[in-house]
């Protein structure tokens, strides 16, 4: 089967998603998007990537013994998060008095535990996502 | 001029919308319901909520039409 035009436009196309995925999720605390946006976007360039080049090869790279961990471990992270501001700071998911530094708004690196929890979604949603297709696809 | 468009948008959203419940080719259903999506984020940032308007485009042009492609694989092609 010829289709090395799809094969090559797919391996132009991934690192440009991806990049734009990781930029969603790390801005998620001071542009539009954030968390779930960003991992939806991750998890499309990974479905993108099963579609071109076959289940098999999808599985290779991202393995469902990853994704498994990955999905438990966003969840874990946030309540685990929620939680140390809850012993700290008295109710859950406080920002302040965890000694995060705030940093100064506008930048970056501010906005004290928002960008753990961003990254925490996106990796959780992206495997999620990935999940869902492979269950989807796999023979019974 | 940016009723115009507005207006245009909608219309084109109910249009989308009564194709995809119309055809019977249910690959066309899926990739004009793509095209919906889209067309409904573009509305989403005329309403000033572009953080609606990227998780649409996000979730409803892209992993929608992804899934239901991978369940169309496994059914038929056309509805009886």
Redesign the interface.
């Known amino acids: 089967m010829n289709n090395r035009l799809l094969h090559t436009i797919v391996k132009m196309l991934l690192p440009v998603i991806i990049v734009y995925g990781i930029f ?1 999720v790390l801005h998620g605390h001071l542009t ?3 968390g ?2 960003g991992g ?2 991750l ?2 360039a990974l ?2 990537y099963g ?1 071109a080049f076959g289940q098999d090869a999808s599985l290779k790279i991202f393995p469902e013994s990853v994704s498994k961990y990955l999905e438990s471990g966003g969840v874990l992270a946030i309540v685990v998060i929620g939680l140390v501001g809850l012993f700290v700071g008295g109710y859950f998911l406080s920002n302040a008095a965890t000694g995060v530094p705030l940093g100064t708004p506008g930048d970056l690196l501010s906005g004290g535990i928002i960008p753990l929890l961003m990254i925490a979604i996106g990796l959780k949603v992206g495997s999620t ?1 990935m999940t ?2 492979n269950a ?2 796999e023979d019974e | 001029m940016m009723t115009l468009l507005t207006i245009f948008l909608v219309m084109l959203l109910v249009l989308t919308a009564f194709a995809v419940e119309r055809t019977k080719d249910l690959l066309s259903a899926v990739i004009v319901f793509a095209a919906f999506s889209l067309v409904l984020s573009v509305l989403w940032l005329i309403l000033k909520a572009p953080d609606v308007a990227l998780t649409e485009a996000a979730v409803g042009a892209g992993i929608t039409t992804v899934v239901l492609l991978a369940v169309l694989s496994k059914t038929e092609r056309y509805e009886r």
């Open positions: 969603i539009p998007g954030g779930f946006s939806a976007i998890g499309t479905v993108l579609l996502l869902l297709f989807l696809l």
